[in-house]
C-alpha cells in the first residue's frame, strides 16, 4: 500500500478550514489530529507537523497523533527541521508502532542542523572528510551525548550523503588507530553507527585497503568491534523451520527470482503504523455497496507475495483480529524475517507459508479478499499470474493489486538495460556503483535515483536496480484484462496529491473510471509515482 496514504475515515471528517483559535496543548488527540490533517489541506504541512510533535512531546501517544505525524513526514520534504520539537521526534523514534523511517530523516537533519555536527560536516565539504573524520572524533563526547543524532543512527536508515561520506571517513580512522575505540563516548558512538550499518545492510563502500586492514588487525574486542563496523547484520532464518510449504516451485523464473529473495530479503522494515483495529476492513466495505464484505464478519485474506511481512502484519491488524490472514511468498528466509516481526507485533491471526502463487490452487482454499503489492509483475507472464489468483477469490470478493507502471518505470528499464554487470551482480559491485552515483553522478536520472528511498540499503538497490526479473504493465493492458475477466474496476490507491489533481481534473465521480484515469495519465506522464496500486471486484 501507499505507505503516505492517509488516514481514510479521518480524512474524510475533517473538511473544515483550521482554526486561528485552536488551542493544540487543550485540545483532544481526534482533534489535534484533525487540526493537522485541515492545516495541511490549507497548504501548510510545516505547522501541522510543529503541533503535533509539539504534543506527542509532552507525552500524548494516542495513535491518530502519531500516525498523521508520521504519515506528514512520509509525504512532505523540506521541512524547516530547527522548528521541530526534539522530545516530540525522541518519543515517535522509540515507537516501533509508528513508521519511523522518514522520521529518522527529519530527526537526523535537525541534529546535523546545529553544533558541533554543521561546522564538522562544513569542514568535510569545503576540505576534506578524513580533516573532517578528526574533527569528529575530537568531539567525541559532545556527539555521544545527542540523542537526537544517535537515537536516529540506531532507528532506520539515513539519507544524508554528506554524512555517509564523514561516517566512512571517521571508521576509516577507527581502523587506523583503534586504540581510540577504548575512549568510551567514541565507543558508544561506534556502536550507534554499527547499528546504521546493521539497518543499511553495509551499503557504504568499503575500500580494499579496509579490507586488508581488518583482516591484519589482532584478535581482541577493538577487531570484532571494527568487523561490526563494517560488516552489517547476519541475517538468520531461525523462524524458518516453522513455516510449512504448498506445491512445487518449478517454474523457471519463479526459481529465479525466489533465488534472488532468498538471498536478498526485501523490504527489511523496523516498523509500522499499527492501523485501527479493523479499520481496514470498514475501508474494504466502502468500496462498493454490493461488495461480500457487507454480510461478512471473518474475512479470509491471502496476501499473495507477502515478502518480509510488513504489509501482511499491517492487513493483519487492520482487518482486525477475527479476519484470518494467510501469507504466502516463493522466498523462505523472506517468510521467517516475517514470522519474527509478527511475533514482535503480538499478531495471532496471520499464517505464513512457502509457495509459488502460481501454485496458489493446491492450497484448496478460496478468499474474500486478496492483496498482492509488488509481485505480479516479478512472475514470468503476470497476467497468467493475476488469473492464478483470481481462481481462489470468492464471488463479489475484492482485490488490490500493485503492479510496476511500464511508463512511470520507462527511465528506470532503459537505465537497468545500459547497466554493465555479471547476474547477479556481487554486493561489492552495488556499493561501488553507488558510491559512484552519489560522488559524480552522470545524468538527471542518476541525480533523481539517488534521492529515492530504495537507495539506502543494498536489499532495496538490488530490487530497484537488478532484479532477475520483472515486466511493467500499461494501464490500457490492465484494462483489457479487467474487461476480459469481467472484472469491476473500483478505484486507485494513489497519493493525496495525485488523487487531488485527478479530482480537480476529472471530477469525484470519475473515480471509479479506469478510463477517466487513462486519459488522465495520458494528459500527466507523472501522475503515477513507480507503481499502480488499484482495486477490483470479482462479480458473481
Ligand atoms: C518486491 S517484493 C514485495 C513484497 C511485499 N509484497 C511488499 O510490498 O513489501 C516481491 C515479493 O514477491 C515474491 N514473489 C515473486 N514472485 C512470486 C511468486 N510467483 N509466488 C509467490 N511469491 C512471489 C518475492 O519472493 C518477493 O518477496
Given at each position: 500500500m501507499d505507505a503516505r496514504a492517509h488516514d481514510v475515515s479521518l480524512r474524510a471528517m475533517t473538511d473544515h478550514e483550521p482554526s486561528?483559535?485552536?488551542?493544540?496543548?487543550?485540545?483532544?488527540?481526534?482533534?489535534?489530529?484533525?487540526?493537522?490533517?485541515?492545516?495541511?489541506?490549507?497548504?501548510?504541512?510545516q505547522a501541522a507537523l510543529e503541533m503535533l510533535l509539539d504534543r506527542i512531546g509532552t507525552g500524548v501517544n494516542a495513535r491518530l497523533v502519531l500516525r498523521t505525524a508520521s504519515n506528514l513526514a512520509a509525504t512532505y520534504a523540506d521541512f524547516n527541521v530547527s522548528s521541530l520539537s526534539e522530545p516530540g521526534l525522541l518519543n515517535l523514534l522509540n515507537n516501533p508502532t509508528v513508521d519511523r523511517a522518514s522520521l529518522a530523516q527529519i530527526a537526523m537533519f535537525k541534529a546535523m542542523s546545529r553544533w558541533p555536527l554543521i561546522k564538522i560536516i562544513g569542514a568535510g565539504e569545503t576540505g576534506t572528510w578524513?580533516?573532517?573524520?578528526?574533527?569528529?572524533?575530537?568531539?567525541?563526547?559532545?556527539?555521544?551525548?545527542?540523542?537526537?543524532?544517535?537515537?536516529?543512527?540506531?532507528?532506520?536508515?539515513?539519507?544524508?550523503?554528506?554524512?555517509?561520506?564523514?561516517?566512512?571517513?571517521?571508521?576509516?580512522?577507527?581502523?587506523?588507530?583503534?586504540?581510540?575505540?577504548?575512549?568510551?563516548?567514541?565507543?558508544?558512538?561506534?556502536?550507534?553507527?554499527?547499528?546504521?550499518?546493521?539497518?543499511?545492510?553495509?551499503?557504504?563502500?568499503?575500500?580494499?585497503?579496509?579490507?586488508?586492514?581488518?583482516?591484519?588487525?589482532?584478535?581482541?574486542?577493538?577487531?570484532?568491534m571494527l568487523n561490526a563496523l563494517y560488516e552489517g547484520a547476519n541475517y538468520t532464518d531461525d523462524e524458518a523451520h516453522s513455516i510449512p510449504t504448498f506445491g512445487t516451485i518449478t517454474?523457471?523464473?519463479?526459481?529465479?527470482?525466489?533465488?534472488?529473495?532468498?538471498?536478498?530479503p526485501y523490504p527489511r522494515w523496523t516498523s509500522l503504523n499499527v492501523p485501527e483495529a479493523s479499520g481496514r476492513l470498514t475501508m474494504a466495505r466502502?468500496?462498493?455497496?454490493?461488495?461480500?464484505?457487507?454480510?461478512?464478519?471473518?474475512?479470509?485474506?491471502?496476501?499473495?507475495?507477502?515478502?518480509?511481512?510488513?504489509?501482511?502484519?499491517?492487513?493483519?491488524?487492520?482487518?482486525?483480529p477475527k479476519s484470518s490472514v494467510l501469507g504466502v511468498d516463493l522466498s523462505r528466509t523472506s517468510l521467517s524475517y516475517a514470522a519474527r516481526m509478527t511475533k514482535t507485533f503480538a499478531?495471532?491471526?496471520?499464517?505464513?507459508?512457502?509457495?509459488?502463487?502460481?501454485d496458489i490452487d493446491s492450497l484448496d482454499r478460496t478468499f474474500d479478499i486478496i492483496?498482492?503489492?509488488?509481485?505480479?509483475?516479478?512472475?514470468?507472464?503476470?497476467?497468467?499470474?493475476?488469473?492464478?489468483?483470481?481462481?481462489?477469490?470468492?464471488?463479489?470478493?475484492?482485490?488490490?493489486?500493485?503492479?510496476?507502471?511500464?511508463?512511470?518505470?520507462?527511465?528506470?528499464?532503459?537505465?537497468?538495460?545500459?547497466?554493465d554487470h555479471t547476474e547477479p551482480p556481487s554486493d561489492d559491485m552495488i556499493r561501488t556503483?553507488?558510491?559512484?552515483?552519489?560522488?559524480?553522478?552522470?545524468n538527471d536520472f542518476e541525480r533523481s535515483i539517488i534521492q529515492s528511498a530504495d537507495f539506502n540499503t543494498l536489499s532495496n538497490l538490488r530490487d530497484l536496480l537488478f532484479n532477475v526479473?520483472?515486466?511493467?504493465?500499461?494501464?490500457?493492458?490492465?484494462?483489457?484484462?479487467?474487461?476480459?475477466?469481467?472484472?469491476?474496476?473500483?478505484?486507485?490507491?494513489?497519493?493525496?496529491?495525485?488523487?487531488?489533481?485527478f479530482i480537480d481534473a476529472k471530477g469525484h465521480n470519475a473515480l471509479g473510471d479506469l478510463d477517466a484515469w487513462i486519459a488522465f495519465e495520458g494528459e500527466n506522464s507523472d501522475a503515477f509515482e513507480a507503481m499502480y496500486v488499484f482495486w477490483v471486484q470479482a462479480l458473481a
Open positions: 486561528r483559535n485552536f488551542n493544540h496543548r487543550r485540545a483532544t488527540p481526534l482533534a489535534v489530529a484533525q487540526h493537522a490533517i485541515s492545516l495541511e489541506r490549507a497548504g501548510d504541512p578524513d580533516i573532517a573524520a578528526g574533527l569528529f572524533l575530537d568531539a567525541a563526547e559532545e556527539i555521544a551525548d545527542d540523542a537526537l543524532f544517535i537515537t536516529a543512527l540506531e532507528t532506520d536508515t539515513v539519507q544524508a550523503f554528506n554524512l555517509e561520506l564523514l561516517l566512512i571517513a571517521v571508521r576509516t580512522k577507527l581502523l587506523q588507530k583503534p586504540e581510540r575505540l577504548k575512549n568510551t563516548p567514541v565507543a558508544s558512538i561506534a556502536l550507534a553507527i554499527t547499528r546504521q550499518v546493521e539497518l543499511n545492510e553495509a551499503v557504504w563502500l568499503q575500500s580494499d585497503s579496509e579490507t586488508a586492514g581488518l583482516e591484519n588487525l589482532p584478535s581482541g574486542a577493538a577487531k570484532s517454474d523457471e523464473v519463479s526459481m529465479k527470482v525466489g533465488a534472488q529473495y532468498a538471498n536478498a466502502s468500496l462498493s455497496n454490493d461488495n461480500r464484505l457487507h454480510r461478512i464478519k471473518r474475512p479470509g485474506v491471502l496476501i499473495a507475495g507477502c515478502g518480509t511481512g510488513q504489509h501482511a502484519i499491517v492487513s493483519a491488524l487492520g482487518y482486525g499478531v495471532k491471526n496471520l499464517t505464513l507459508a512457502q509457495g509459488d502463487i502460481l492483496e498482492s503489492i509488488g509481485v505480479l509483475h516479478h512472475t514470468a507472464d503476470p497476467m497468467e499470474s493475476w488469473r492464478q489468483l483470481l481462481n481462489v477469490l470468492k464471488p463479489r470478493g475484492l482485490m488490490a493489486v500493485g503492479v510496476y507502471s511500464a511508463s512511470a518505470r520507462a527511465g528506470l528499464s532503459k537505465y537497468r538495460a545500459g547497466l556503483l553507488r558510491h559512484n552515483m552519489i560522488c559524480a553522478p552522470q526479473h520483472e515486466i511493467p504493465l500499461t494501464l490500457l493492458e490492465i484494462r483489457d484484462f479487467i474487461d476480459q475477466q469481467g472484472l469491476r474496476f473500483l478505484c486507485f490507491d494513489a497519493s493525496p496529491a495525485t488523487t487531488t489533481r
